[in-house]
């Protein structure tokens, strides 16, 4: 069964740093979100990306996140400068289509600032 | 984009059935009602979800009531391995995006 994929499953950088969070989408889907949880907390939505732009965005993704589908197949998130409470898990979640399609979202990264 | 309410905790015994309800009063005559689980930190896992009528599929039930303002999702005969954070949505039209509320913890005992 295709799956979203996350890679790496836990990455460790110092603030003001720049990390990059890559996602495979599952193919032929259309519609790709980020969203994060920061510990304990609830799942927030980041941003929605489609036909190589953003969708939406939320008040989170401010100027230090973009997004970017390189080639085709990855989806990637950018923190340019990570800032300690930007500490969280990231998820990717992919859908094939609008009216009524479900999210498939991915397993995470964990994301630690220090 | 609709607000949901859920209880923060539920109890289950195992091979019980799991009632789990959700009210979105302010959802829109097009926006789904989508129900999500997440275990431990894990990525949410898609159960179910529905517009007007109720649904059924392998994992699950959803009842949605006839004025939509509510829901029950029916795990019909739970496990261990159900205890999760159960999360009801409505999703927006337009691009689709969640909007998760604190959800229902789930545990099912044995």
């Known amino acids: 069964e295709p799956e979203v994929t996350q890679t790496p499953s836990h990455q460790v950088t110092q603030m003001g740093q720049e990390v990059i969070l890559r996602c495979v989408p599952i193919?032929?889907?259309?519609?790709f979100y980020w969203y994060r949880q920061i510990l304990g907390q609830k799942v927030e939505f980041l941003v929605s990306f489609y036909n190589n732009e953003i969708s939406e965005k939320s008040e989170i993704f401010d100027d230090q996140f973009s997004v970017e589908r390189p080639d085709g197949s990855n989806f990637t998130l950018k923190i340019r400068s990570t800032k300690l409470e930007d500490s969280a898990m990231y998820f990717c979640?992919?859908?094939?289509?609008?009216?009524?399609?479900?999210?498939?979202f991915g397993p995470g990264t964990r994301l630690t600032v220090t | 984009d609709a607000k949901t309410t859920q209880p923060p905790s539920m109890d289950c015994a195992e091979g019980r059935a799991a009632n789990l309800p959700c009210n979105h009063s302010?959802?829109?005559?097009?926006?789904?009602v989508y129900w999500y689980r997440q275990i431990h930190s894990q990525g949410p896992q898609y159960i179910i979800h529905?517009?007007?009528n109720n649904e059924t599929n392998e994992m699950a039930s959803l009842i949605i009531t006839e004025d939509r303002k509510s829901s029950t999702l029916i795990l019909p005969h739970a496990t261990l391995r159900d205890t999760a954070v159960y999360y009801c949505?409505?999703?927006?039209?337009?691009?689709?995006?969640?909007?998760f509320g604190t959800g229902t913890r789930l545990k099912v005992l044995a």
């Open positions: 302010t959802i829109s005559g097009n926006e789904y």
């Open positions: 979640a992919s859908m094939p289509g609008l009216a009524g399609g479900e999210q498939y």
């Open positions: 949505i409505g999703s927006t039209s337009g691009t689709y995006k969640y909007i």
């Open positions: 193919s032929n889907h259309l519609y």
């Open positions: 529905g517009l007007k």
